[in-house]
């Protein structure tokens, strides 16, 4: 709001004009405060779902290798694979 009070307004206009641009203030404020917020939570929330992925991915692969492991184990010596 970059509107002047006019030269002819009196002390109540001006407090009336001064409470306005305070509210919106404050209203403007809390907007970024939220917004800075909801950025910060959704940053964690992009950083626990890249950790948890990438746990999945160490489980899969290492199921995968005990897989293998026991079938290693299971095959006779000079037996064809």
């Known amino acids: 709001m970059m509107q002047t009070v006019p030269v002819?307004?009196?002390g109540s206009?001006?407090?009336r004009f001064e409470h306005v641009r305070l509210m919106m203030l404050e209203k403007t404020t809390a907007?970024?405060?939220i917004s800075v917020a909801v950025l910060a939570l959704a940053a964690l929330a992009t950083v626990f779902l890249i950790f948890a992925g990438h746990?999945?991915?160490i489980r899969r692969v290492n199921a995968t290798?005990?897989?293998i492991s026991e079938r290693l184990k299971q095959l006779k010596p000079g037996?064809?694979?």
Do not use: I
Request: hydrophobic share 50%.
């Open 8 to 10: 002819g307004a009196d």
């Open 13 to 15: 206009d001006r407090a």
């Open 65 to 67: 290798l005990v897989e």
């Open 79 to 81: 037996e064809p694979t």
């Open 31 to 33: 907007v970024v405060a």
């Open 55 to 57: 746990a999945a991915t």
